[in-house]
């Protein structure tokens, strides 16, 4: 079985950088991905996909994503329920990342390639500043 995904788009706020009661970052953040057609008013439209990222990539995220900046996302997509406040059962789809990549440039500079995976080594020479 397969449970994959690749999207580019642009992020619609600054990442969200929090951590678990143990200590483990975790960043959210929505991605917005062009479809590839216009509409019947000859517009583009987009989806707005909810991205969850963790550990030393979720820091990452935060520190040198924010509103705007291109993005791409690889990671498997994942459905989970909670009971909402009001005892409803609440459904969420989100894209869990594995691997997200800088795609903007950095202030006055050069485009960024910042991969930042989680079983990626990197050094300073890596960051995107």
Same mark, same amino acid.
Not at 84 to 109: C, H, I, M, Y
């Given at each position: 079985?397969?449970?994959?995904?690749?999207?580019?788009?642009?992020?619609?706020?600054? $990442?969200?950088?929090?951590?678990?009661?143990?200590?483990?970052?975790?960043?959210?953040?929505?991605?917005?991905?062009?479809? $590839?057609?216009?509409? +019947?008013?000859?517009?583009?439209?987009? *989806?707005?996909? $909810?991205?969850?990222?963790?550990?030393?990539?979720?820091?990452?995220?935060?520190?040198?994503?924010?509103?705007?900046?291109?993005?791409?996302?690889?990671?498997?997509? +994942?459905?989970?329920?909670?009971?909402?406040?009001?005892? +409803?059962?609440?459904?969420?789809?989100?894209?869990?990342?594995?691997?997200?990549?800088?795609?903007?440039?950095?202030?006055?500079?050069?485009?960024?390639?910042?991969?930042?995976?989680?079983?990626?080594?990197?050094? *300073?020479?890596?960051? $995107?500043?």
């Amino acid at each position: 079985m397969l449970n994959r995904i690749i999207l580019i788009g642009r992020l619609t706020k600054d $990442p969200e950088l929090r951590y678990t009661t143990t200590g483990k970052a975790v960043a959210s953040f929505t991605l917005a991905v062009d479809r $590839p057609f216009k509409n +019947q008013q000859g517009e583009r439209e987009a *989806d707005f996909i $909810p991205v969850v990222v963790w550990g030393v990539q979720a820091e990452s995220c935060a520190n040198y994503l924010n509103k705007g900046k291109l993005a791409a996302v690889d990671g498997r997509i +994942q459905v989970r329920t909670y009971d909402g406040q009001d005892g +409803q059962k609440r459904w969420v789809t989100e894209v869990v990342a594995e691997n997200v990549r800088f795609l903007s440039p950095k202030e006055g500079g050069a485009a960024v390639g910042g991969n930042f995976g989680n079983d990626t080594n990197f050094s *300073d020479d890596d960051l $995107p500043f």
